[in-house]
């Protein structure tokens, strides 16, 4: 359990900041 909950906020980390970075993106050519 200690091991699952150190490791979950760095693979979150790691995976938002490119889901953030696609959506944006797609925001922006959408607008364009």
Aim: proline content about 6%.
């Amino acid at each position: 359990k200690f091991g699952l909950n150190s490791r979950s906020p760095a693979r979150i980390r790691l995976m938002m900041s490119p889901v953030l970075f696609i959506f944006i993106v797609q925001k922006w050519i959408s607008v364009i």
